[in-house]
Structures are given as C-alpha cells and as structure tokens.
C-alpha cells in the first residue's frame, strides 16, 4: 500500500493548471496513446476490472454503469460531470478543479473515449466562480492545442465539452435533477426507470458521472489496474455484495479539529486515525462527541465507533448511510446534538425541492419539531415523532422520487437512537439551546 499522492500530486506546482504544466508532467500522453492502441471496449473494460466506484456518494462501480448504455445506439450519447458539490463540508473536487483541472478533464476524455459520446456537459455549482473560470480557460486551452474539436489528434474521435452553472440548489446534485436542470427546467429529478443510461440529458444515453471519479480514470488509464488495486481495501470475501473499496480517497475534515483541511489517504483509513494524524486532534483537550463520516445525509458515529473503517463499508456496519463524500465533520464533547440536529433540519427543509409531499411534508415538519427541542419546549413523544417521520419518508422506504429524504431523514433518527438520553435530558430538564450554530471549520 502506497500513500503517495496522486490525485493531489500537483497541486501546489506553480501554474499547476495550465495545460504547459500538465504537459511536462506525461499529462495527454496517456490519451493519445489510448487513441492509436486501444478501442472504446478495451477502456470500458480496463476500468471496469480496476474496480473503481463512484466518489460522488452511492459508490457505484464506474465501468459496470457505462455497460448500461444501449448497445449500437446511433447517437448521440452525452456525459454530464456533476460539479455541483452541495453536500455540506464537503470541498474535494473544488481543489481538483482549481490546482489541477487537466487532471480531470482528461478524465473525462477517457470516459466520452470509452462510451463513444461527442459531447460532455460539465454541470459545476453556481457558487464556485473560481473554479468554473480555470476550468474554461483549461478547455480553451484544449481546444488551441488541437486535443478538443474534430478529429482530435488526426483520429476518427471528436469531442466538445461545455461547461454549465449549475442553479444554486442541493438538489442539483441528484443525476435527474442535474439533467434537468442542464435542459434549462426546473431541477426536478426525475422517476426512475428509464435510468439516464437509457433515457438521460435531452431523452438520449447519458452517463454521470463524478469530478474525483473522472481523476481517477486518468491515473487507472496510465498507471494501471495492479496500481490501482495495491490500494485501498479488496473485497469481503464474506460479504458477496462487496466490490471492494480500491484506489486513494479525497477525505475532508472540518469542524472541531485543529487542522481542517483536504488529504489524499487510501481508502480504509479509520476516523480517528483521520482525526488524530491529520486533524491534529480536538481543539481545547476536549474529546470527540460524534462525527459525520461523509456529508450530512450519512448520519453520525460516536467516539466508540471512531475506529471504523473509513472506506464503502464501514460506515454503514455503524448505523450510518454510507460514506458519502468522505467529508468527515467533527463534533466534540460541548457541542449540544439538539443543536446539531437543528441545523440539519434547516438545511434539507430548505433544500428540498418540494416535489414530493412526504420530502416537501416531512423535512419541514422536522425541522418545526427540532425548533421546539431547542426552545426547552419539547416533549418526550417528540422524538418517537422524529424518528417515525425519519423512517417513512425516502427512495428506499418507496414515497418519494430521490434519496433527498432519506439523506434528510437518516442523520435525525439516527442522532436519536445514538444520543437518546441527551435529547431526553433537555426535554426534562427543559433546558434551551444556546442558539449557536454548530462552525463547519474549514468547509470553504
């Protein structure tokens, strides 16, 4: 196992995102290589066997869902790159995008390559003005240089890629919803089947797919699928269902740790080996509380689950969702879950997109009830309301159209069943909040 950055390598090289630079360092000699030796099966292949899985949050294996696309389909197909970025605390593909977008752009060269799109729509978050202005002058760059266009590089493969603000909403994020949005509609996700594989951007073929996936396709591309396979963690032989959790991770830390910041870590590294080694531990000698392993939908480990495994399995043999993003946030000893909960409540009552009554309903009803926990008004029933509401609402319990309310509703029942006699206490003792939001250090 190696812990040499990789996704990471460049970022702090002046100019590290200008094509120049990319250049000196081997960038697009992989592809061009590709595009002589290989067919677009070979590369589906290659990344299908390297075991990759989607870094966006569900963990989906890459290669397997560009097999999903119809075969001998005329055309055209699309690949949307989600950007959007809106889960809280999480900032990893905004540094990709900022110190190193070629990285990432020929990425998605391999991947419209592979699935024989012509076109890619770069769907980023409105927010990130930053970024979206490296990453045009980086296809512009592309463009000049002949790697963009028609007939890129003397072969038969033409590809254009547009870049896409997003519309400033969480919900942007879901595939559909960005589909949606790209088309100039209301992001409202859409039911599903048909899948976007089927039936996606303007009713064609459409794969989406993630910025840090997209990464490390380039690196599978170049350095190999033994590379890619010596890290991380190989599957449960066990657990038939394991894919394996493969390759180095993008990890987040914010909150109550001395060192917030962004690491390139292989993936299985524990929580408190995250928080201890790279956080540099709790600020004030205070102890850790709870921590959310990746986004705020995950839900929350205690101190006691802190050695769990930070890769696609391990959170979700703690009672959390999975592990999303990998943006761990800290929360320590003096931090009222009340209030924490709170706070998520606020953020997916305002997020939601309203389309589906038991989301629209359950998230503000939620966030109403929260409310009342910190005024010192609740009552013991409240938090039997809270979680039944938690358990009814969402894609898996089947009543809504998008996991939005399952990502609401998970960190709620399970902040309850974790801190049950904390919740109980205020509402005892009717102690109110101190109306103080929780600070998500370093979640720029």
Not at 4 to 32: M, W
Request: net charge neutral; hydrophobic share 35%; aromatic share 8%.
């Amino acid at each position: 196992m190696t812990n040499e950055p990789v996704l990471l390598a460049r970022i702090n090289k002046a100019n590290s995102e200008k094509l120049e630079g990319y250049r000196q360092d081997g960038g697009y000699q992989t592809f061009e290589k590709v595009l002589k030796e290989k067919s677009p099966i070979d590369v589906i292949t290659q990344v299908k066997d390297s075991g990759l899985r989607g870094r966006g949050g569900a963990g989906f294996p890459t290669g397997l869902k560009w097999t999903f696309l119809p075969k001998d389909h005329p055309g055209p197909i699309y690949l949307c790159i989600n950007a959007d970025e809106s889960e809280p605390c999480t900032f990893n593909n905004r540094i990709l995008m900022e110190k190193d977008p070629h990285q990432v752009l020929e990425g998605i060269m391999f991947a419209c390559y592979a699935i024989r799109s012509q076109t890619a729509y770069f769907y980023i978050r409105y927010e990130y003005g930053h970024a979206y202005r490296i990453l045009q002058k980086a296809i512009d760059e592309l463009y000049s240089a002949g790697l963009l266009g028609k007939n890129i590089l003397g072969s038969n493969f033409s590809l254009d890629i547009f870049l896409h603000r997003g519309a400033g909403a969480y919900i942007c994020g879901e595939e559909t919803g960005l589909i949606e949005s790209l088309e100039g509609k209301r992001a409202w996700p859409r039911i599903k089947p048909p899948f976007p594989a089927i039936e996606g951007a303007f009713r064609k073929p459409t794969i989406v797919n993630n910025v840090e996936t997209l990464a490390c396709v380039t690196h599978i591309m170049r350095k190999g699928n033994d590379w890619f396979k010596s890290i991380g963690v190989p599957p449960d032989p066990k657990n038939p269902r394991d894919a394996g959790s493969y390759g180095p991770k993008l990890y987040c830390l914010s909150g109550h740790v001395n060192e917030t910041g962004c690491w390139e870590i292989p993936m299985g590294i524990t929580a408190r080996q995250l928080i201890e080694q790279y956080g540099k531990g709790v600020p004030n000698n205070r102890k850790v509380k709870a921590i959310i392993p990746g986004g705020l939908s995950m839900g929350f480990m205690t101190e006691s689950e802190l050695d769990t495994p930070l890769d696609f399995n391990g959170p979700g043999k703690v009672g959390c969702l999975g592990l999303g993003t990998a943006a761990v946030t800290v929360i320590d000893d003096q931090t009222s879950m009340i209030d924490v909960l709170h706070n998520i409540c606020q953020f997916y009552a305002h997020e939601s997109c309203g389309q589906c009554t038991p989301c629209r309903e359950g998230t503000g009803w939620m966030l109403k009830i929260t409310d009342r926990l910190r005024r010192g008004q609740g009552r013991q029933e409240d938090l039997d309301i809270l979680v039944e509401v938690a358990d009814r609402i969402g894609i898996m319990p089947g009543t809504t159209i998008c996991g939005l309310s399952d990502g609401a509703g998970w960190p709620v029942k399970n902040a309850i069943r974790k801190f049950r006699a904390e919740f109980e206490d205020a509402i005892r003792t009717g102690r109110r909040s101190n109306l103080k939001s929780l600070t998500m250090a370093g979640a720029h």
